[in-house]
């Protein structure tokens, strides 16, 4: 399908456990981001990528690893997850470049962590 | 730095009501402005922008004007329906990387009421 898409949607796990949260998108956009979504907070920027091979953090990386080894694909993952992490994950892509262009956002992943 | 500041939510309103959601920013120059919604249960998706001062953008019947002098771009809607209900967010580009970074507002949840 075209688009971005996330999996999974949902996610329930325990504290201390590794996951992986999925994005592709099929527009061979560029630049990918990750944010979350929690009450009182709106979104904030976990990390982002300018291009295969190319990331950087955002506002809030702690806790959070990703890579980027392809164009299409831009993995979030939680290496030891903790309560604190619960929360609404979506991925986004864009073409580099231009003032005007607008973010496509992935359908998000709600993660619990017990 | 840029930032942008929305009204608090919840906003309710019965249908057929006149909308208003208040946006203010802060930035240095005259950067585009984009209003997203986020529907529930899904990303968010951008539903109208301005490129210039005095610009309006619109869209499904969603209007704003891009003030310079009040620094604003509230969202407006002269009837409401109940499938308006959704999270609204006021953006802008942050500052640097070229544009491709987008700051948001807290957001603003709108409840429209048969």
């Known amino acids: 399908d075209a688009g971005i898409t996330q999996s999974p949607r949902y996610k329930i796990t325990e504290t201390g456990r590794q996951v992986t949260l999925m994005c592709h998108q099929t527009?061979?956009?560029?630049?990918m981001f990750w944010y979350r979504q929690d009450l009182g907070h709106g979104l904030r920027l976990i990390y982002y990528?300018?291009?295969?091979?190319?990331?950087d953090k955002g506002e809030v990386p702690d806790g959070y690893v990703v890579s980027r080894s392809k164009t299409e694909n831009f993995p979030l993952t939680l290496e030891s997850a903790t309560r604190s992490q619960t929360s609404v994950y979506f991925c986004?892509?864009?073409?580099?470049?231009?003032?005007?262009?607008?973010?496509?956002f992935g359908p998000g992943t709600r993660l619990t962590v017990l | 730095g840029d930032s942008v500041t929305q009204m608090e939510g919840p906003v309710t309103l019965s249908e057929e009501a006149f909308l208003t959601i208040n946006c203010t920013y802060t930035?240095?120059?005259?950067?585009?402005l984009f209003w997203y919604v986020q529907y529930p249960g899904e990303g968010l998706q951008l539903l109208l922008k301005?490129?210039?001062?005095?610009d309006k953008g619109s869209n499904k019947g969603f209007e704003a004007t891009y003030r310079k002098e009040t620094t604003s771009f509230h969202l407006e809607k002269g009837s409401v329906q109940v499938s308006d209900s959704a999270v609204y967010f006021c953006?802008?580009?942050?500052?640097?990387?070229?544009?491709?970074?987008?700051?948001f507002g807290g957001g603003t949840r709108l409840m429209v009421k048969p």
């Open positions: 986004a892509s864009r073409v580099a470049g231009g003032w005007n262009n607008e973010q496509f």
């Open positions: 527009w061979s956009h560029s630049y």
């Open positions: 990528s300018a291009a295969a091979d190319i990331t």
């Open positions: 930035a240095t120059g005259y950067p585009s």
């Open positions: 301005a490129t210039k001062a005095d």
């Open positions: 953006a802008l580009p942050a500052p640097g990387n070229a544009g491709n970074m987008l700051t």
